[in-house]
T-cell receptor
Framework: NTKITQSPRYLILGRANKSLECEQHLGHNAMYWYKQSAEKPPELMFLYNLKQLIRNETVPSRFIPECPDSSKLLLHISAVDPEDSAVYFC??????????FGHGTKLSVL | GDQVEQSPSALSLHEGTGSALRCNFTTTMRAVQWFRKNSRGSLINLFYLASGTKENGRLKSAFDSKERYSTLHIRDAQLEDSGTYFCAAEGAGYNKLTFGKGTVLLVSP
């Protein structure tokens, strides 16, 4: 799927700050960040619908999303923790419909 | 408890055979999606159903909102079908998508 691009593809961090980026070329109104740990199902972190944020209240405050425009999504991470090691997927959908995922960013925390 | 119960958790098939995955829902869901996580880690959307059945190649999915279940049938399994399959159902809230725990499928020669 080249219509939802994420960068970087792999990320190895100590206790540093970093931002993940996502851009979708599908004209979708809704964009999401999901976290997938090990072989667990994806877990919704944040949802933007027409740039309005809906958050999962269980997500630690060190994760800060940003939606500069309707096709772009950022995830700022400050002072990562080992429990943050996971694959972070960006996703988008036209609205309350079919969900398309990017290829993910694999974060490894040292 | 879990709103989406997916089974089986693991499945082994020989090439050319088939089987079915199932998700049962504890509440009424308005739509279901099926995904495959392939060997490269990508999550591929296989189906979106608000009702009825859909077919795509060797895959066929059904969703019955009233009976609270969805199935994914795989026929003539190929090696590249190996991966982890997830169902995800949409409840009442906006885009409140709940994933099943997944089925790890291994297709062997």
């Amino acid at each position: 799927n080249t219509k939802i691009t994420q960068s970087p593809r792999y990320l190895i961090l100590g206790r540093a700050n970093k931002s993940l980026e996502c851009e979708q070329h599908l004209g979708h109104n809704a964009m999401y960040w999901y976290k997938q740990s090990a072989e667990k199902p994806p877990e919704l972190m944040f949802l933007y619908n027409l740039k309005q944020l809906i958050r999962n209240e269980t997500v630690p405050s060190r994760f800060i999303p940003e939606c500069p425009d309707s096709s772009k999504l950022l995830l700022h991470i400050s002072a990562v923790d080992p429990e943050d090691s996971a694959v972070y997927f960006c996703a988008s959908s036209p609205g309350n419909e079919r969900l398309f995922f990017g290829h993910g960013t694999k974060l490894s925390v040292l | 408890g879990d709103q989406v119960e997916q089974s089986p958790s693991a499945l082994s098939l020989h090439e050319g055979t088939g089987s079915a995955l199932r998700c049962n829902f504890t509440t009424t869901m308005r739509a279901v999606q099926w995904f495959r996580k392939n060997s490269r880690g990508s999550l591929i959307n296989l189906f979106y159903l608000a009702s009825g059945t859909k077919e795509n190649g060797r895959l066929k999915s059904a969703f019955d909102s009233k009976e609270r279940y969805s199935t994914l049938h795989i026929r003539d399994a190929q090696l590249e079908d190996s991966g982890t399959y997830f169902c995800a159902a949409e409840g009442a809230g906006y885009n409140k998508l709940t994933f099943g725990k997944g089925t790890v499928l291994l297709v062997s020669p």
